[in-house]
């Protein structure tokens, strides 16, 4: 199978692809062919993906949306998540869209952590704790990318607090003996 190719002494295989014009070996963590064969398409695409998110952004011009693209095909890519789990951070970033609508428009070098703040002020007194403390972790991963691709050089979202959740409120209280 073309860009497959395996080491002798050890048995595992590594995918073998150029990207940019660069020759690029990275190891699937297996050594067996059916395993490599199916890992073999998304490390190809992460690969080419992160490529493209460097150079379609090298001169630091990147809108909100620019970057939840880049996390959203990082997501896609990922052979760690189960597809539910892809799912659901693509529903996060719909729930932050319809929140904060104008975010997506806006240049991530401009977004400012105060922004954040209000933004999570409203949040907090509308949706549970748990959608506001998953869109904080979405937000964050969407501006590392940023930061990544050298578009932002600090994350903005990182100074937000998360929500307790009410389950944390209980208490464990022994039975009263009688």
Known sequence: M?????YGPSGTYFARFRVGGKLVWKSLKTATFSVAKQRLPDTLRDHRSKLESFTAFADGKMTVAD???????KVRASVLLKPRSKDYREMMIDFIRRSWPSLFATDVR?????????????????YSASVVNNS????????????????????????????RSGRSDWSFRPAKNS
């Open 2 to 6: 073309q860009n497959l190719v395996r």
């Open 136 to 163: 904080i972790g979405t937000l964050r991963a969407i501006f590392d990318e940023a930061i990544r691709t050298g578009a932002r050089f600090n994350n903005p979202a990182a100074g937000l607090s998360r929500m």
């Open 110 to 126: 401009k977004v400012t952590q105060r922004d954040f703040e209000i933004w999570l002020s409203r949040c907090q007194q509308r």
């Open 67 to 73: 970057a939840a693209e880049v996390y959203l095909q």
